[in-house]
């Protein structure tokens, strides 16, 4: 199959066997690029309700705001602590959470399948998993002592170091996935085919 999404598509559930380079990325950029684009559309509305929220506020209550405004800017200033006029956090982390496992279920077999062809096993996948899993949870979190106006500090610090692992962990997944495939068959099977690259 020389198209490397209706591959990557139809292999969604194929850990087996090996993909070219090529293959992988064009796949993985459509996914990541999709993904992207979903996350964004309820930022959005969230965003713009959130706008339309303080446009209220400093309209209702002029004593407890500083208006500002510019060619093609606003700037709200608002006293006090008023929760109310957030963003719906648990709603947005929601749905990155629901995209995430979107990105996870259709990039996993792909994943596995790119490491076999550079000679790793597909385990080493899965390594930047839980640190990306604690972000996202641990972040809700946060919020949420944000919301009441008692953050924890101590999670706070574990969300900073878990981010830098994190990081280093998809870093060096990036960089196995970008190592060249090994030249002819290996312990995972024959090298992919010509066309496929």
Known sequence: MSNPIVAGLTGVAQFEGRDSSGRFWAYAALVLA?????MCVP???EMNKTFEAFNSFAAEHPELTTVQRGPGQVSIRVEGFHPELMPDFGRLLTTMGLVVAGVVGLL?????RRLHDTGRSGV????PLPFLAFGIFGFR?????FMT??????????LMLNNMIYLLTLA???????SAGTPGPNRFGPAPAAAAT
């Open 124 to 127: 080493w996948g899965l390594a």
């Open 149 to 158: 106006d008692e953050p924890d500090l101590r999670l706070f610090a574990g």
């Open 43 to 45: 930022f959005a509305i």
């Open 34 to 38: 999709l993904a992207f684009i979903v």
């Open 141 to 145: 979190g946060l919020i949420e002592g």
């Open 172 to 178: 060096g997944l990036v960089w196995m996935l970008g």
């Open 108 to 112: 996993a077999a792909a994943v596995a």
